[in-house]
């Protein structure tokens, strides 16, 4: 089968994540790493790259959120439906490397989606890591990614999480503030970890510029990016920045050897 030619694998759950994302796990036996994506599309509509949010045999995990035209109609799909699937695509984080130190992560939003495969991963080998700390930022209470899943971590892991802001209404008993915010007040050291960062390109920037003050290394830190990809196998050249293709050379990238991507 040609590397363009999808092939389509049907959806077993459907579960609203926020107003406008929902969570598709699709029955498709396909091997992959946590942060590698794959090309997601809908027949007569079109396809749009999908960072997989979860590790796990058998099915995969999509959020998807609805923002343009392939991404709602992949929203307004319903169990039973199948789905067009190619890859996976690109690098994803490298586990074994990390092997023996505690995993930070630090996410925004949407970029949740991708290192929640990470968390996975770490549940089903945990003789081979010290641990997770979580630092999730999120607009409001109510665009709060994978609450049942938070709710479970916080018996396992140390989980800190804060929205942007929030109504009376809300009854949001934890933190309102930036994500940076309460990283800095964590005064987290550097010993014996790996930071796994992905969000908004202007909130990775300043979780960067914050690890730096609390002594995190450049290659201690592993940044998730999405820029405008499209073809998902460095063919049309839109995700090309400066001599790096996202699609091929990402999306996941070391610090130190991305710099120019982040700054």
């Known amino acids: 089968m040609s590397e363009y030619e999808p092939k389509f694998y049907k959806i077993i759950e ?3 994540q926020s ?4 969570l598709l796990k699709v029955k498709a036996n396909l091997p992959h790493d946590p942060g590698q994506f794959f090309q997601v599309s809908v027949l007569n509509i079109g396809e749009a790259p999908i960072s ?9 995990d999509l959020n998807i959120r609805d923002v343009g035209g392939v991404t709602h109609a992949l929203c307004n799909l319903k169990v039973g ?7 996976p695509y690109g690098n994803g984080y490298p586990m074994q490397d990390m092997k023996n130190n505690e995993i ?12 929640r495969g990470v968390i996975e991963y770490v549940e089903q080998n945990p003789d081979d890591y010290n641990g997770i700390t979580l630092f999730l930022g999120f607009r409001c209470p109510s665009e709060v990614l994978f609450k049942k899943d938070i709710e479970n971590w916080i018996n396992k892991f140390d989980v800190n999480i804060t929205v942007d802001k929030c ?6 008993k ?11 007040e964590s005064k987290i050291t550097n010993k014996n970890k790996i930071v796994v960062t992905c969000g908004p390109p202007i909130m990775i920037k300043f979780v960067i510029k914050t690890l730096k003050k609390l002594g995190f290394n450049d290659n201690q830190i592993y940044v998730s990016l999405e820029r405008m990809m499209s073809c998902g196998i460095q063919k049309c050249g839109n995700c090309l920045v400066g001599n790096k293709y996202v699609c091929k050379d990402g999306p ?7 710099k120019d991507l982040v700054d």
């Open 252 to 258: 996941v990238f070391n610090y130190q050897e991305a």
């Open 52 to 60: 997989v949010c979860s590790y796990q045999k058998g099915v995969i």
């Open 104 to 115: 930070v992560i630090i996410a925004g939003g949407s970029g949740f989606s991708p290192v």
């Open 167 to 172: 109504e009376p209404e809300d009854n949001w």
């Open 19 to 22: 107003s406008d994302t929902w």
């Open 14 to 16: 459907k579960t609203k």
């Open 81 to 87: 439906d199948k789905v067009g699937i190619r890859g």
């Open 174 to 184: 934890k933190n309102v503030g930036l994500v940076t915010k309460i990283l800095e």
